[in-house]
């Protein structure tokens, strides 16, 4: 019966697993470039799709749901904890929004996990059979998780084109699709458990679905901890493709030569108000590159967005000259990407009236 009960629990734990790895790439919990390019020609009913599409794709949130209802079966209390955890996001997602305070996403999503085996170590009893205490508070607790729940939906939207124009209205709008999404996930997940609870296996699904819960967030918070080392590391070894960026020629402004590996990509930009002009020349050590000479307007938080995007000229070369006069404030410089099969290096030089951002 042991040995019975153990296979059934590890066959629910990679089912988990199998069910994640797959909705993963699926379920990517970003913000796309064509959902952030709907969003500039949709307007709010957009914005109100997509939080309820998020919330509906956000596998993190709906197992941490999944966990707070799991054996709740009166009505009042459904509502009770469902409020607290929306109060919770809404303020975070509101305010961390408008107030542009952000993160690094793949932290927060990491916290989120943590919410998951949480609620799942909770479900099983563990603060009683393994630490020999009574639970925390958990509608507070509830609430609290709310708050992190609703800063990592705060740190996805931040990557949209909000711009200054009805920013609070689009905030809102989000908003209010993420409660959609909530309120029909909620919905098939309680006829689901109502239904399960009027059958004799419900006691043994419970205990491997809230084993499975503590896993499925283990799983999750591993997968977003590696996603964030892979970024760290992207990032320095972003900063040791720059071979060179002293000027050693006293015809041009700035020079810099950098290294593009095989498959990557990369930018090299400068801020320009608008009338303001650069004249350049790059040329590769021999490869050609595809490239994109182009603009992104500032907006609000200061990052630069796809909301007004100007291309000047685009290709595939060896080497490429001559001057832009940019009609915009924002960022305004080169894409490179090497499709390649050898690392290139490119040498850029460049004149004019600009403040370098430098690569990104």
Not at 105 to 115: F, G, P, Q, R
Not at 123 to 136: A, I, R, V
Not at 143 to 171: A, C, E, N, Y
């Amino acid at each position: 019966m042991v040995l019975r009960t153990y296979h059934f629990y590890l066959k629910t734990t990679c089912s988990f697993f199998l069910v994640l790895c797959s909705c993963s790439s699926v379920f990517a919990h970003g913000i796309s470039d064509s959902d952030k390019q709907s969003m500039i020609e949709g307007g709010y009913l957009e914005y109100i799709r997509l939080g309820a599409s998020h919330m509906l794709t956000g596998y993190d949130h709906l197992l941490f749901l999944f966990g707070v209802i799991f054996f709740l079966t009166q009505f009042k209390d459904v509502v009770k904890f469902i409020t607290a955890f929306t109060l919770g996001h809404c303020i975070t997602l509101i305010f961390a929004t408008f107030m542009e305070i952000t993160a690094n996403y793949y932290l927060v999503d990491a916290l989120i996990a943590l919410t998951v085996i949480y609620k799942g170590f909770d479900n099983l009893d563990g603060f009683k059979k393994f630490l020999q205490m009574k639970s925390p508070n958990l509608v507070m607790l509830v609430f609290v998780f709310g708050l992190i729940h609703g800063f990592g939906l705060s740190t996805r939207l931040q990557q949209l084109p909000l711009g200054d124009d009805g920013l609070l209205l689009k905030i809102l709008s989000f908003n209010v699709g993420v409660e959609i999404g909530q309120v029909i996930a909620l919905s098939v997940m309680l006829l689901a458990l109502s239904a399960w609870r009027k059958t004799q296996s419900f006691q043994r699904f419970s205990t491997a679905s809230n084993f499975g819960l503590v896993c499925a967030g283990a799983f999750i918070f591993l997968m977003q901890m590696h996603d964030y080392s892979h970024q760290v590391n992207e990032a320095e070894a972003m900063d040791s493709m720059i071979v060179m960026s002293e000027s050693t020629d006293s015809e041009w402004q700035d020079t810099i030569d950098i290294r593009i590996l095989a498959g990557k990509g990369l930018e090299y930009k400068f801020y320009m108000h608008p009338g303001n002009k650069i004249e350049y020349v790059w040329q590769t050590n021999g490869g050609e590159l595809y490239f994109d000479l182009h603009g992104e307007v500032k907006v609000a938080s200061g990052e630069y967005k796809l909301d007004d995007e100007t291309s000047y000229k685009e290709g595939t070369h060896n080497t490429d000259s001559g001057e832009v006069v940019v009609p915009f404030e924002g960022s305004h410089g080169w894409w490179w990407k090497n499709n390649g099969t050898e690392e290139v290096i490119v040498s850029v030089k460049t004149n004019g009236e600009y403040e370098l951002i430098g690569v990104l």
